[in-house]
């Protein structure tokens, strides 16, 4: 069974960082296109880092390039999303996802197969 928990997240003054963490079960991160979503109040789901399956460029959203990071760890099985220089516009619920259909060179497909319980990120002026 595919599996997405995710961890990390919370409040933080703009200007601050943190880390989101994505452990997957049932399935290899590298095997599959993962990425990294954001829902804000009152707002649509926003695509913000994504890569496909395998040894995949990784594409990100215009307002986080610079900023954010999507990494993943093969032995942890895990993905992770660096956030640095947060501002109070990334303040929204995070959610990861992965799809095994995602080739090299995807951008973020809002359509993934399997997702997280997502978690808050708030930011604060």
């Known amino acids: 069974e595919v599996q997405l928990v995710q961890s990390g997240g919370g409040s933080v003054q703009a200007g601050g960082s943190l880390r989101l963490s994505c452990a997957a079960s049932?399935?290899?991160?590298?095997?599959?296109?993962v990425g990294w979503f954001r829902r804000a109040p009152g707002s649509e789901l926003l695509g913000v880092a994504c890569?496909?399956?395998?040894?995949?460029?990784?594409a990100y959203r215009d307002s986080v390039k610079g900023r954010f990071t999507l990494t993943s760890d093969k032995v942890r099985n895990t993905v992770y999303l660096q956030m640095d220089s947060l501002k109070p516009e990334d303040t929204a619920v995070y959610y990861c996802?992965?799809?095994?259909?995602?080739?090299?060179?995807?951008?973020?497909?809002?359509?993934?197969?399997?997702w997280g319980n997502g978690t808050l990120v708030t930011v604060s002026s």
């Open positions: 996802a992965a799809d095994p259909g995602i080739v090299p060179g995807s951008s973020c497909y809002y359509g993934m197969d399997y």
């Open positions: 049932g399935f290899s991160v590298d095997e599959y296109g």
């Open positions: 890569r496909g399956r395998g040894d995949s460029p990784i």
